[in-house]
């Protein structure tokens, strides 16, 4: 039988209370070290929700310091070439709440924004996030609510950092998976051409 969680109340008794510095940890501006990390950062995820609840993540990668500091309560966020599905702006424009996560590759810590989005299609600092060539055609403006570190727990249990729990062939490749997934029109062969080496030269195309 499933024993389902249904109040807040429970749910405290369950897990306990949290330690006080993880309360107090929280802050609203950024201090020097999190500028440092946004500037070594090449990496996120902006989790947004739409006005019905329903939700999407949507990875964000780009050279370090992709991410621009405005002022201390005030962060941009390039946008780049992608599918053009635009989920998490769309869900902006119905409720600007966001929740961001900046990874630095072999750190176990990460740095958490949450805060109010509204996005952008041209401004001055667009000049300052131009990467090969390509200024970007919108910019998510975030403005700071909640900004903390998280701590390591997730990182270590799950080993992700660790070369040697690497298993990049557990599942076949991105082309054999939206070929039997999707079942485009396009022959196997022509997805493994589309994805392949090549396929690094039109990222920011």
């Not at 990460?110 to 001055?124: E, Q, S």
Request: glycine share 6%.
């Amino acid at each position: 039988m499933t024993a389902e969680i249904t109040s807040h109340e429970e749910l405290r008794e369950l897990l306990g209370t949290p330690m006080p510095r993880a309360v107090a940890k929280e802050r609203t501006a950024l201090h020097e070290r999190d500028r440092q990390w946004l500037a070594a950062s090449p990496f996120c995820l902006v989790a947004t929700a739409g006005a019905d609840g329903s939700c999407d993540v949507s990875p964000k990668g780009d050279p370090p310091g992709f991410t621009l500091v405005l002022d201390d309560r005030t962060i941009a966020i390039p946008e780049r070439p992608g599918n053009r599905r635009a989920d998490g702006y769309r869900n902006i424009l119905d409720n600007p709440h966001v929740g961001l996560i900046y990874l630095i590759p072999g750190r176990t810590d990460t740095l958490r924004i949450n805060g109010r989005a509204r996005l952008v299609r041209d401004a001055p600092f667009f000049d300052h996030m131009v990467v090969k060539g390509h200024r970007p055609v919108l910019a998510v403006v975030v403005e700071i609510e909640q900004i903390f570190y998280h701590c390591a727990k997730a990182f270590l249990r799950s080993q992700l950092w660790q070369p040697e729990t690497w298993r990049p062939d557990v599942l076949p490749s991105r082309a054999q998976l939206i070929k039997e997934v999707e079942a485009p029109a396009e022959s196997l062969a022509e997805l493994e051409r589309h994805y392949g080496p090549e396929y690094v030269k039109t990222i920011y195309a």
